[in-house]
Nanobody, 124 residues
């Protein structure tokens, strides 16, 4: 059973930085795609960034490109999201997700496993 546990959220001022972590366990993730999604109050969940666990190729939503960096540490089975130049509109619950599905884009394909989420609040 795959388990994903996020941490690192908090309150930060606009322009500040946060680093989210996701501890992954339960199996080998060599064939997995890992991603971060977020959901703001009253809005639908949206794709933020994804990475291929094996090769480390990365993909970003246009809204975070150049400000956020997704990475993974294979030895620690950990996924990260470095968030810089944060804006109030980045305020949301951030979720870590994993999938082996190949259909569709990394933003749209079904993700099979989700963490419980971590709150990020950016004050203006």
């Amino acid at each position: 059973q795959v388990q994903l546990v996020e941490s690192g959220g908090g309150l930060v001022q606009a322009g500040g930085s946060l680093r989210l972590s996701c501890a992954a366990s339960g199996r080998s993730f060599g064939a997995y795609f890992m991603a971060w999604f977020r959901q703001a109050p009253g809005k639908e969940r949206e794709f933020v960034a994804a990475i291929t666990w094996s090769g480390g190729s990365t993909y970003y939503a246009d809204s975070v490109k150049g400000r956020f960096t997704i990475s993974r540490d294979k030895a620690k089975n950990a996924l990260y999201l470095q968030m810089n130049s944060l804006k109030p509109e980045d305020t949301a619950i951030y979720y870590c997700a994993a999938t082996q599905n190949y259909g569709g884009t990394l933003a749209s394909r079904p993700y099979d496993y989700w963490g419980q989420g971590t709150q990020v609040t950016v004050s203006s």
